[in-house]
């Protein structure tokens, strides 16, 4: 005879009244026949409710795919979906330990910041507790950072390693929205409590209603059960209701947070990792990773967390009811805990190379859609179609190798946990004949096997996910981490300040002594070798050479874009390295060979030179560089639109709104390459004159192929 815990579940009211009712008992005086029909009602229940467990967990996957919360309360195991989510960190603290660690691990251009990012650690007290926190786990992220590195992570750390670390690394992301997570947490209690609740009710139902059967008392009302069972159904609802949206919320907040994050992490890089990195990479870590990451942060703790209560308690209340029968509903764990195991480290490496093979083919639609004109020229399309079916064909199918093996995982565990169930059955049918068990017992016991057997079902599938989720996380941590080797105007808290610019209009004198430069693409091609150049303040040059000298990188170098080999340069005496690249880079101004407009209107772009500049100043500096002249013809003027990168304009419009964005900024340095050199002859020499105007009292370099183009 058992007694359940129903009796301290539920304590007034109605459905007090409901479950009085089922803690009545069949008496061991039932007769033989009466046992028969019970276990054919049994026999008929567990088979509905097999084949009902495997419908939640296909549904469960489908929520997942189509983002939905799929939760459902009720017997079957619940499936809290919530579309999922992230954080940022401040990229001026970015330098924890374990982002060090990173660098020299990762397959990633080495930025070779660590010593500059001590200081930027020590000035940032406030993050200290998150930067200490998370510097084992981010340590883990880094070692994620490729390929090699996270297959070294298999055969050297293991794969358990990596995911605690990155998973507390998430959490530590998930943090700000802790209160949301602990409550839908918390929901957890009510929704486990009462589906923990109805196998017993049922059990002591079917119970009840034998000894009605064999004993009228009218009493007994099974409409009035299912009423009060429906209440606290009903009540699971609205909890399953509140956690789906509160998980919605948080996962959202995070996942926003942390594609901010990455997105200044990229912004902040020095140009020669972004020289060496796949732009639609990049921006796939930026979209698809970071979406999986969400998952993992929020829906996936949760059904996790789930899982975990109603696997502890189906279990609890298994060997509650009867010890040995529990003991042989719990053979299929430890084969299941073992292949979870095996087939995880496989799945991990196998979707990060996924998602790697994604990032290749958003690289190449990415450029092709930037380069249209040039694919239409060439009659290109075929070709770049072929290009793009070839690698997204390569990520389908390493993806479909991922779901095999998870199917494979997947059906493993439904076999395993389910074969359990019906071990269950067959042994527990003997106990019932054999007068141990009453039939409401067993049905009770069949129906926490199959809850059993349903949780651990879908903590295979949680697994599963959260494994998936870690492979991307990996992806984004491995940017985020990344410590650019020259600090970004990002850097708020910059250590190289101890010569300041900012706000000072005086001409500089510029100097290149010794400089040695390679692009660390080509490291063995050096551009400048022992190349020096002297200008003083105010002095107008001209740096004339043939293509590919090196005019241009010249210019990058004055900016600190990259830095050099050997030699120095200095501005105004002092070396750029001590300088904060952003003030640096605010008092030159430079007019590129090719300008890139961004899309927004033309009074937009010409902002961009000094973004708090009137209305006034902007179309003083858009006549000064007869950008005035071309849109008196358009009919929104200044506020015309000019496309994605500038391409509703022609080129020597595109140089003219850049000259403009440059006279706005009026700065104490000005480099003019090839400035004017897709302009009609008119035009060239109405803007030669205004430069001239601007570039008074000021340090300027111009730079052209040929000595006329500068003069
Ligand atoms: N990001 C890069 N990575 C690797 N090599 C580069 C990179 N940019 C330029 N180079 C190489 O550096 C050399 C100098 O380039 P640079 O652009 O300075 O030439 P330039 O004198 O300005 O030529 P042009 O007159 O044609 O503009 C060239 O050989 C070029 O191929
Ligand atoms: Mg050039």
């Known amino acids: 005879m058992v007694h359940g815990p129903g009796r301290w579940l539920v304590s007034s009211g109605r459905i007090t009244l409901a479950l009085s009712l089922l803690t009545c008992r069949a008496g061991r005086e039932e007769s033989v026949r009466r046992r028969e029909s019970c276990v054919r009602i049994l026999q008929a229940i567990v088979m509905l409710r097999l084949r009902q467990v495997g419908r939640p967990i296909a549904r469960h996957r489908r929520g997942l795919h189509h983002g939905s919360n799929g939760a459902a309360g009720g017997i079957l195991p619940e499936t809290p979906r919530a579309p999922l989510a992230t954080t940022t960190k401040c990229t ?63 055969t050297g750390r293991g794969g358990s390693s990596f995911e605690r670390d990155v998973l507390l690394r998430l959490l530590e992301i998930a943090r700000p929205e802790r209160g949301l997570i602990l409550a839908s947490a918390a929901t957890l209690a009510v929704t486990s409590s009462i589906t923990l609740l109805l196998p017993y009710a049922c059990g002591s139902v079917l119970d009840a209603a034998v000894l009605e059967a064999s004993n009228p008392t009218g009493n007994f009302d099974p409409y009035k059960v299912s009423l009060g069972l429906f209440g606290l159904t009903g009540t699971a609802g609205v909890f399953v209701y509140a956690r789906g949206v509160m998980l919605n919320i948080a996962g959202n907040r995070i996942v926003s947070r942390m594609r901010r994050g990455l997105y200044g992490s990229i912004l902040s890089q020095e140009a020669a990792f972004l020289d060496s990195s796949k732009r639609g990479d990049l921006i796939s870590r930026l979209s ?34 009867s010890p040995s029968l529990a003991v042989v509903s719990l053979l299929s764990i430890p084969p299941v805990f073992v292949a979870a195991r095996v087939v995880g480290r496989s799945l991990r490496r196998k979707q990060k190379r996924v998602q790697e093979l994604h990032g290749n083919a958003t690289d190449i639609a990415e450029e092709a859609i930037g ?141 290149f002594e010794n ?41 990058l170098l004055l900016s600190r874009l990259y830095d050099l080999n050997s030699g120095t340069i200095k501005v ?140």
């Open 92 to 154: 001026a603290c970015r330098a924890t330990a374990a982002a060090r660690r990173y660098h020299q691990s990762s397959s990633l251009p080495n930025s070779g910041a660590d010593e500059r990012k001590k200081a930027c650690s020590d000035d940032n007290g406030s993050s200290g507790a998150l930067e200490a926190s998370s510097s084992e786990a981010s340590s883990m992220a880094s070692a994620s950072s490729s390929r090699d590195s996270v297959e070294s992570t298999e």
């Open 572 to 711: 105004d005496g002092s070396d750029i390295m001590s300088m904060d690249p952003s003030a640096l880079r605010s008092q030159i101004g430079v007019v590129s060979q090719d300008p890139l407009l961004f899309s927004g209107t033309i009074a937009e772009n010409i902002r961009y030179g000094r973004p708090n500049a009137s209305r006034a100043e902007v179309e003083t500096a858009a006549s000064r560089a007869r950008v005035a002249e071309f849109t008196s013809d358009l009919p929104h003027g200044l506020d015309t639109r000019v496309g994605s990168r500038g391409t509703q304009l022609s080129g020597g419009q595109r140089q003219r709104v850049a000259i403009a964005r440059v006279m706005l900024r009026d700065p104490p340095i000005c480099v003019l390459d090839e400035a004017t050199s897709a302009l009609d002859a008119r035009s060239e020499f109405h803007i030669n004159q205004a430069l001239k105007e601007m570039t008074q009292g000021r340090t300027v370099i111009s730079i052209a192929h040929r000595l006329s183009t500068s003069e």
């Open 288 to 321: 698809n990773d970071s979406f999986f990451v969400r998952s993992a942060v929020t829906t996936e703790v949760v059904a996790g967390l789930r899982g975990l209560v109603m696997s502890a308690g189906s279990t609890g209340l298994l060997f509650y009811t």
């Open 515 to 555: 400089v040695r430069f390679a692009y660390p693409q080509r490291a063995d091609v050096p551009v400048l070798t022992d190349f020096e150049l002297d200008i003083k303040a105010g002095e107008n040059i001209a740096l004339v050479g043939g293509s590919g000298s090196g005019k241009s990188t010249v210019a």
């Open 371 to 511: 380069g249209m004109r040039t694919v239409h020229l060439f009659n290109s399309e075929r070709r770049e179609l072929e290009r793009y079916s070839s690698a997204v064909t390569s990520a389908h199918d390493a993806e479909i190798d991922v779901g095999k093996t998870r199917a494979k995982f997947d059906g493993a565990v439904h076999v395993a946990a389910n074969g359990a169930v019906l071990l269950v059955l067959g042994y527990g049918g003997t106990l019932v004949l054999g007068g141990e068990m009453s039939p409401g017992d067993l049905t009770g016991f069949l129906m926490y096997s199959l809850l059993m057997a349903g949780n651990i079902s879908g903590l295979s599938t949680t697994y599963a996910e959260v494994v998936k989720s870690l492979a991307a996380a990996g992806r984004v941590f491995e940017i985020m981490d990344r410590v650019p080797s020259i600090p970004s105007s990002l850097d708020s808290k910059s250590e190289c300040k101890e010569v300041s610019l900012e706000g000072d209009h005086k001409p500089k004198s510029i100097r």
